[in-house]
């Protein structure tokens, strides 16, 4: 009987974060005890299971967004920048180097502001930054009151309420270019296209819409509509999913006292929509500064063609930035990639005055 031993089973973690099982033995015929530590598999640590679950957006993150904006931003600083064969890098102060080192090429490199000088300098650029902002000022508010009036309209009907939705939602997943080409049909100068039809019920005269010699202001109805479908299906999601999250007891309450259906809708689902209302208004913002698919849709033939006859009449900062990218001149791909951090700087101030004025105006 001398090797019967009572045991009592113990979980310990060791210091390097490894799990151990330690088991005191007790002899039955000394009545001493010894403590037998059993190694067992190491447990992986929170955070290191944190890491690795991130490492592979943080790659595509570093990959697709953080290097090309690193390389944009050297661009932009180097005038006459160009692609110096056999460097064996994409990164542009390797580019540079090597360019400095090429005793043969005619054409000089040198870091400065010359690019932005250009831009800034450039009757282009200030036309496309008109147009944008005109974009932004009037397609962001419509798109946002249009959105969310459908969405309340949607969340207090219930029949059908899923087709509806659906059929909100078709544009969202709806390719831009085979959209664009809907628009131009309907919107089509012709006698035979839809608004110049249905114009015609109430005695107009066809417009000429998308036309070569039509007016900048009918290419801007028809940019603005075709902004608003594309985009209203996003918003209406999310504000429904808003929506649902309102407690029901506030409306009955309000119901009780005798508020308007108005009254409801601006003292109580607009504040409590108020972090949805934020986040719609920042993405529409910045979606809206980046205008470029939809005007090419609409007006097509080629990458560069922005509507009139010089094809440059609804150029934005977006459509500037793509313009000399195609130009093949020594000084193009530097004032492009200036264009581009000008447009980005831009868009972070609009988001950090967004941030600031509703500072006080959101209710979480």
Not at 21 to 42: E, F, M, R, S
Not at 43 to 71: Q, R, S
Not at 137 to 153: K, N, S
Not at 313 to 325: A, D, E, L, N, Q
Request: proline letters at 3%; hydrophobic letters at 50%.
């Amino acid at each position: 009987m001398a090797n019967i031993k009572e045991r009592n089973e113990e979980i310990a973690v060791n210091a390097n974060g490894s799990a151990v099982l330690q088991t005191p033995y007790i002899d039955a015929v000394t009545n001493k005890g010894y403590l037998d530590v059993k190694q067992h598999k190491w447990i992986m640590p929170e955070w290191l299971k944190g890491w690795i679950a991130l490492i592979p957006a943080l790659i595509f993150l570093i990959v697709f967004m953080i290097y090309p904006i690193i390389n944009s931003f050297l661009i932009s600083f180097i005038n006459n920048f160009y692609w110096v064969g056999g460097s064996n890098s994409s990164l542009a102060i390797v580019n540079y180097i090597a360019s400095l080192q090429n005793s043969r090429s005619s054409v000089i490199q040198s870091f400065g502001f010359e690019n932005y000088i250009k831009v800034f300098s450039d009757k282009l650029f200030w036309e496309a930054m008109g147009n944008t902002g005109l974009i932004v000022i009037v397609e962001v508010p419509l798109t946002i009151l249009v959105g969310l009036v459908i969405a309340v309209c949607l969340n207090a009907i219930k029949p059908l309420q899923g087709f509806y939705q659906t059929v909100f939602f078709l544009p969202y997943v709806t390719n831009a270019i085979a959209l664009g080409m809907v628009f131009n049909v309907m919107f089509s100068s012709g006698a035979g296209g839809l608004f110049n039809t249905m114009l015609g019920w109430f005695g107009v005269n066809p417009v000429n819409w998308l036309g070569v010699s039509a007016s900048k202001w009918s290419m801007f109805f028809v940019i603005v509509v075709y902004s608003i479908w594309n985009g209203i299906a996003f918003k209406i999601l999310v504000f429904m999913s808003g929506l649902a999250t309102i407690d029901k007891q506030y409306y009955d309450a309000a119901r009780i006292d005798g508020a308007s259906k108005l009254t409801i809708f601006r003292r109580i689902t607009v504040p409590l929509l108020s972090p949805q209302i934020l986040y719609i208004t920042v993405t529409s913002f910045i979606g809206a500064a980046k205008s470029y698919s939809q005007i090419i849709s609409l007006f097509g033939a080629g990458p560069v063609n922005f509507g009139g006859t010089d094809g440059t009449k609804w150029i934005t900062i977006v459509g500037f930035i793509y313009k000399y990218m195609q130009d093949n001149s020594a000084s193009a791909l530097g004032r492009a990639a200036a264009g581009s951090v000008i447009l980005l700087i831009v868009i972070l101030l609009l988001t950090l005055v967004q941030f600031a004025v509703s500072k006080n105006r959101v209710h979480y």
